[in-house]
T-cell receptor, first 110, second 117 residues
Framework: RKEVEQDPGPFNVPEGATVAFNCTYSNSASQSFFWYRQDCRKEPKLLMSVYSSGNEDGRFTAQLNRASQYISLLIRDSKLSDSATYLCVVKGRSQGNLIFGKGTKLSVKP | DTGVSQDPRHKITKRGQNVTFRCDPISEHNRLYWYRQTLGQGPEFLTYFQNEAQLEKSRLLSDRFSAERPKGSFSTLEIQRTEQGDSAMYLC???????????????FGPGTRLTVL
């Protein structure tokens, strides 16, 4: 079983749609959780950290369920500029490495 | 530009050759990470340094791979006797130390794309 598993993509949605990405992780001792965004042929960039109580940043809402080892990202009112690959990321047991899912590609169409 | 920089951005080499990549982290960051990303996959961790000390190595880092950070600033990743399977994007990231916080952001460089023919 992969350490971090994400919904297979791609997601093709119209502008203004609400889209949800889901992710599960296998290591119950994982300490911290993130969503990164990666544009085509670019480096990953942090979109938002995911806190136990859930958190929101504008149109983006992240949720964490430690009991189910499940992380989600909700994007409301999708924009064309949201088109990218969204990577679910878990911080490993050590203080160092991040563990990435394969990513889910989102295409927002006019 | 005060972000993470990597050099070269692209490298094409023949199988069996050695290649070396350089990463310059954000200047005040003491942690430096190397990842590898292949098409359709997320980045995979290779190794990480705190200052000049290499603290962790992934099982992906075979004996053909070596990384150094001699003065705790820039880092190099060398691949000896390259194989076609080494073709990938090699990403470097850096972060600061915020003791007690598990949420230190890792900032990624633009990557070095390696093609082994």
């Amino acid at each position: 079983r992969k350490e971090v598993e994400q919904d297979p993509g791609p997601f093709n949605v119209p502008e203004g749609a609400t889209v949800a990405f889901n992710c599960t992780y296998s290591n119950s001792a994982s300490q911290s959780f993130f969503w990164y965004r990666q544009d085509c042929r670019k480096e990953p960039k942090l979109l938002m950290s995911v806190y136990s109580s859930g958190n929101e940043d504008g149109r983006f809402t992240a949720q964490l369920n430690r009991a189910s080892q499940y992380i989600s990202l909700l994007i409301r009112d999708s924009k064309l500029s949201d088109s990218a690959t969204y990577l679910c990321v878990v911080k490993g047991r050590s203080q160092g490495n991040l563990i990435f899912g394969k990513g889910t590609k989102l295409s927002v169409k006019p | 530009d005060t972000g993470v920089s990597q050099d070269p951005r692209h490298k094409i080499t023949k199988r069996g050759q050695n290649v070396t990549f350089r990463c310059d982290p954000i200047s005040e960051h003491n942690r430096l990470y190397w990842y590898r990303q292949t098409l359709g996959q997320g980045p995979e961790f290779l190794t990480y340094f705190q200052n000049e000390a290499q603290l962790e190595k992934s099982r992906l880092l075979s004996d053909r791979f070596s990384a150094e950070r001699p003065k705790g600033s820039f880092s190099t990743l060398e691949i000896q006797r390259t194989e076609q399977g080494d073709s990938a994007m090699y990403l470097c990231a850096s972060s600061g130390t915020n003791s007690g916080s598990p949420y230190n952001e890792q900032f990624f460089g633009p990557g070095t794309r390696l093609t082994v023919l």
